[in-house]
């Protein structure tokens, strides 16, 4: 069982940075690949980014691959996106979801771990 707190959401003008951050619990985290899903207003969730367990290898979905940058911290058991010239379509619930495998996936099926999710507002 692993626990997701994430944070770093906000309000942010078009063509800005954010940065969120997942925090996770328990001792195995470098067992977890991990990814990040997004749902936007009236929108299915959908995938954003994965990365594997030891961070060699990762994949984004087409409309935010150049932008965003998925990274872990395995000695902090913590996982981050980075969001560079953020657009307002990016407007969404980020959450971060965790999957005890060692293959990165883009479906939010396969991941049984996920948090709460942090608020991501883009402005025009």
């Known amino acids: 069982q692993v626990q997701l707190v994430e944070s770093g959401g906000g309000v942010v003008q078009a063509g800005g940075s954010l940065r969120l951050s997942c925090a996770t619990s328990?001792?195995?985290?470098?067992?977890?690949?991990m990814g990040w899903f997004r749902q936007g207003p009236g929108k299915e969730r959908e995938f954003v980014a994965a990365i594997s367990r030891n961070g060699d290898t990762s994949m984004y979905s087409d409309s935010v691959k150049g932008r965003f940058t998925i990274s872990r911290e395995n000695a902090e058991s913590t996982v981050y996106l980075k969001m560079n010239n953020l657009k307002t379509e990016d407007k969404a619930v980020y959450y971060c979801a965790a999957r005890f495998s060692d293959g990165i996936s883009s479906s939010s099926p396969e991941y049984p771990y996920w948090g709460q999710g942090t608020q991501v507002t883009v402005s025009s």
């Open positions: 328990g001792r195995t985290f470098s067992r977890y690949t």
